[in-house]
């Protein structure tokens, strides 16, 4: 199977990277160097050529690199959904939101997921099962926007009504007619969030079953917040209104939904399993994303995985490099060492990154 993939990409004044362009071969890419040297860097790159903040979910001021914050941008060929070949531009001067090019013409960040999926684990996420419900909403709404790219736009959407409905509640407001109006966009938006997050998780599910892996399977939920099980979203806004003006925020909806997981062969939470149990529930969400969205779209999508090696001993780690390669996925992976990708052999394109007076250099690592 043929999957999405960027072909050549460009950095300029990106992070550490003053200049640099890479022409992948098609292959899963392995790119090492030392701590600091700008591999992630890369990946943050690649990451936005999807909508959103990318991988760090950074301000668009931030990727700039230092001392001289003259602006960034970002290019890429790409081999898009339905074999197409698109030129994808992004870039921003100063501290502006990002702006978007797809083949010379400006479109929205939205446009990116219609030509391109892409999917990634970082360091960060290592947490994901014992910190706050924010980070796993978020990685939920990743998974649901790359099977349903207009996913995004029922969030904009919801967030925006509820950000003009707190500011009511934070000003005592008592029309109605305000409240109600925007009530109803929340809770037309918050079904089709609702509606998004649970058809992605059906798809997990399904992936899951009967695969081929090493990493475990999990049982998943969406979970509401004790007072907030109300199917009708629009009512139980108008019955909070006074409760919610108390708070000064409100308290009901999708924005309050935990993702919860269960590690199926030892029925244990995630948040009970060993760090090691969570990160291979970690990779084995994000290949079972992969193989719906191969499933559904005929093409595996784009796979980030930074650092994911290290965490891995040797029998897993070739296990995860088997998979990346037998779904026929271009996996973009980073690591301090070249030796942790030696199980994939020539499977894969080497990359090495070095760094020297605060900027990064791009090579093939023969």
Request: hydrophobic letters at 40%; glycine letters at 10%; charged letters at 25%.
């Amino acid at each position: 199977m043929s999957g999405l993939s960027i072909t050549t990409l460009a950095l300029s004044q990106f992070r550490s990277h003053r200049a640099g362009r890479v022409v992948f071969d098609g292959r899963p890419v392995a790119i090492s160097g030392p701590n600091g040297a700008g591999k992630t860097n890369i990946l943050e790159a690649i990451s936005l050529l999807s909508p959103g903040r990318g991988l760090r979910r950074a301000a668009s001021g931030d990727l700039a690199r230092q001392p001289t914050s003259i602006g960034w941008k970002v290019l890429a060929e790409v081999r898009g959904l339905g074999g197409s070949s698109h030129k994808v531009e992004t870039w921003a001067e100063g501290a502006t939101p990002r702006d978007v090019r797809i083949d010379d013409k400006a479109t929205s960040q939205t446009a990116l997921g219609r030509i391109l999926r892409i999917l990634w684990l970082v360091p960060a996420m290592d947490r994901l099962w014992i910190e706050g419900a924010e980070g796993r909403r978020r990685f939920l709404d990743r998974m649901t926007l790359s099977f349903t790219p207009d996913h995004a736009e029922a969030s904009l959407a919801y967030e925006k009504a509820m950000r003009d409905r707190n500011r009511l509640l934070k000003e005592g407001a008592s029309d109605p007619h305000w409240y109600g109006a925007l009530e109803a966009q929340m809770a037309e938006a918050g079904a089709q969030i609702m509606a998004n997050r649970s058809a992605a998780l059906a798809r997990l599910v399904q992936a899951q079953q009967g695969a081929d892996t090493a990493f475990p399977q999990a049982d998943l939920d969406l979970v509401a917040p004790e007072g907030d099980k109300s199917a009708d979203l629009g009512l139980a806004l108008a019955q909070g209104r006074r409760r919610d003006m108390a708070a000064g925020r409100t308290l009901v909806g999708p924005h309050r939904t935990d993702l919860q997981a269960v590690y199926r062969a030892k029925g244990q939470s995630a948040d009970q399993c060993s760090t090691g149990e969570q990160k291979a529930l970690l990779i084995s969400l994000i290949l079972a994303n992969a193989r719906a969205l191969a499933q559904d779209l005929g093409q595996p999508p784009v796979l980030l995985f930074d650092e994911v090696a290290a965490h891995l001993d040797v029998g897993r780690r070739g296990a995860l490099y088997d998979e990346i390669c037998n779904l026929g996925a271009q996996a973009i992976l980073s690591g301090t060492e070249p030796g942790l990708f030696d199980s994939l052999g020539p499977r894969a394109q080497m990359l090495r990154v070095s760094e020297a007076g605060g900027e990064s250099r791009i090579e093939a690592d023969d």
